[in-house]
């Protein structure tokens, strides 16, 4: 399995560690917040609304450099558009819960 990792936000700040911070912040809030709509609408078999859930987090999994995380993502996406499948489900949560333990102690 992939880790997460900061070159991504290294590249982008150019050396901005205020930026650097900052980005990162925002992630930390918005991960757990986003995760847990996208639960709750997987919970309550809404998968349009999970599969907009799964769009927005794909973007953070490829800012903290998951590659191969944001194409899982991206095929999950379109399984709950367009088939209703959950297949991918377990790989998906297990991507997120690598993302927020990795942004845990930073």
């Known amino acids: ?30 991960l757990p917040e986003e995760f847990e709509e996208f639960s709750e609408n997987f919970k309550n078999k809404n998968f349009v609304k999970t599969s907009e859930n799964v769009h927005k ?26 088939h209703q499948s959950v297949e991918r489900y377990d790989s998906f949560v297990n991507i997120i819960n690598s993302m927020m333990n990795f942004l845990s102690p930073l």
């Open 1 to 30: 399995m992939e880790t997460p990792n900061l070159r991504y936000i290294k590249e982008l700040s150019e050396g901005d560690l205020a930026f650097e911070a900052k980005l990162i912040s925002v992630i930390k809030k918005e």
């Open 57 to 82: 987090l794909k973007h953070k999994i490829s800012i903290l450099g998951l590659t191969k995380g944001y194409e899982e993502a991206a095929k999950f996406e379109n399984d709950l558009r367009d």
